[in-house]
């Protein structure tokens, strides 16, 4: 009976040991969690934020950025003028004329020439510098073809025009595309008030076409 109850003790002391050896355990264990935790170093901020920009060729590729037309660098030569302009404020109106080749008959327009005016009426409203359109007739001309208020028939238009200012240019032939010189002239001075030059690439010209009628077909081709 001794010796029964010799045994019972000694395996309660057992088991006693091994549970307070495995409380140890499991308090050393969340103690080095702890610490674990406590001296983790903080998030990379750069897991969330790009150090740079994106390179945009590789997003979108070299040759799908934005094309570029007449009108980008007539707004070019625009700002090139506007840093030189004089006498010509909000309330001097101004006209502007076809652009004519420097080599060729003045009095004979191009489509080109006639798309450079029109690309500056629009950079010089943007400007706030009053435009004058003097090919409006005053009046809508209603015909089977279309409804018209422009004319380039003079019969059609007034004699007297207020405008005291007027914007034209030359164009030049290039190895690489067309050179333009632009300049704005006081109609009765004659004196030269502002002026500016560019270069309009080749490759932008031969996006541009003229409108052509074969046999009741409209045919494109491109603008000189």
């Not at 969340?30 to 994106?54: D, G, Y």
């Not at 590729?61 to 506007?82: C, E, F, S, T, W």
């Not at 004329?97 to 327009?109: C, H, I, Q, T």
């Not at 500016?196 to 077909?217: K, Y």
């Amino acid at each position: 009976m001794r010796t029964l109850l010799t045994t019972l003790l000694a395996f309660s002391l057992t088991g006693c040991t091994m549970m307070q050896d495995n409380l140890e355990s499991n308090a050393q264990t969340v103690h080095s969690t702890k610490i674990t935790r406590s001296i983790q170093s903080p998030l990379n901020t750069n897991q969330f934020f790009q150090a740079e920009a994106p390179d945009q060729k590789k997003m979108f590729g070299a040759h799908n950025g934005p094309k570029k037309n007449i009108n980008h660098y007539v707004r070019g030569m625009m700002q090139d003028l506007a840093s030189n302009l004089k006498y010509v404020n909000q309330n001097t109106p101004l006209a502007v004329a076809s652009f004519v080749f420097l080599d060729d008959k003045y009095d004979e327009g191009t489509l080109l020439g006639n798309q450079i005016s029109e690309s500056f009426m629009h950079e010089l409203y943007q400007y706030g510098i009053p435009v004058i359109d003097f090919k409006t007739t005053g009046y809508m001309r209603v015909t089977p073809k279309g409804d018209f208020v422009f004319s380039r028939d003079y019969l059609e238009l007034d004699e007297d025009q207020n405008f005291q200012y007027v914007m034209a240019g030359t164009l030049v032939n290039h190895k690489g595309g067309v050179l333009v010189n632009v300049r704005v002239v006081g109609l009765q001075s004659k004196a030269v008030v502002g002026s500016a030059q560019g270069l309009i690439p080749q490759a932008v010209l031969d996006a541009l076409g003229s409108s052509e009628r074969t046999d009741g077909i409209m045919l494109k081709s491109s603008a000189r």
